[in-house]
């Protein structure tokens, strides 16, 4: 157990420390994407195309494998 008299000492130290602040942003401005696109609905079709078949492609290659098995 840690003495009375120590306590202050422990906090004074926890108060001196001095921790960077991290940057907020990376680039002027704020965009939730971190690059340009010119044409929105590719970029829709592009990113829904992309999505479906990695979300997909794990259930096609269960299934294959246990038709293979012929269970």
Do not use: E
């Amino acid at each position: 157990m840690l003495a009375r008299s120590t306590r202050p000492a422990l906090r004074q130290a926890a108060a001196r420390v001095n921790c960077a602040q991290p940057a907020r942003f990376a680039h002027h401005g704020y965009d939730p994407i971190p690059f340009k696109y010119q044409h929105k609905g590719r970029f829709a079709l592009k990113m829904t195309s992309y999505l479906l078949f990695g979300f997909t492609l794990p259930g096609i290659a269960a299934a294959y494998q246990i038709w293979k098995s012929g269970a």
